[in-house]
Nanobody
Framework: QVQLAESGGGSVQAGGSLRLSCVASESTFASRCMGWFRQVPGKEREAVANIEWDGTTRYADPVKGRFTISRDNSKNTLYLQMNSLKPEDTAMYYC????????????????????WGQGTLVTVSD
């Protein structure tokens, strides 16, 4: 089973940038639909963006124009470049892998995705 490990979280001021990374443990990464979710304590986990094996990307409305998802299949690595960060972006960010295409508007139940990372915390202050 593929294992995922996120990094890159931290604390920034509003308007700043961060880049998250997610390294997968095996080469099947290249064939999977990869994505980022985020969760604030007490709230539902929400999808942020995903990217297909062919580079097709999808974004949730709150992050469109500010976040960019990308992947480097040669390094089994997924990225999330986050610019113009806002306090409401504060959350634990998780990467996830799926063997199927999924919607960021209506994401599938967490249990149906193949793998999840442990999360990396992003804190944006005013």
């Amino acid at each position: 089973q593929v294992q995922l490990a996120e990094s890159g979280g931290g604390s920034v001021q509003a308007g700043g940038s961060l880049r998250l990374s997610c390294v997968a443990s095996e080469s099947t990464f290249a064939s999977r639909c990869m994505g980022w979710f985020r969760q604030v304590p007490g709230k539902e986990r929400e999808a942020v963006a995903n990217i297909e094996w062919d580079g097709t990307t999808r974004y949730a409305d709150p992050v469109k124009g500010r976040f960019t998802i990308s992947r480097d299949n040669s390094k089994n690595t997924l990225y999330l470049q986050m610019n113009s960060l806002k306090p409401e972006d504060t959350a634990m960010y998780y990467c996830a892998a799926a063997a199927f295409t999924w919607s960021v508007v209506e994401p599938p139940p967490a249990s149906t995705l193949d793998a999840w990372g442990q999360g990396t915390l992003v804190t944006v202050s005013d």
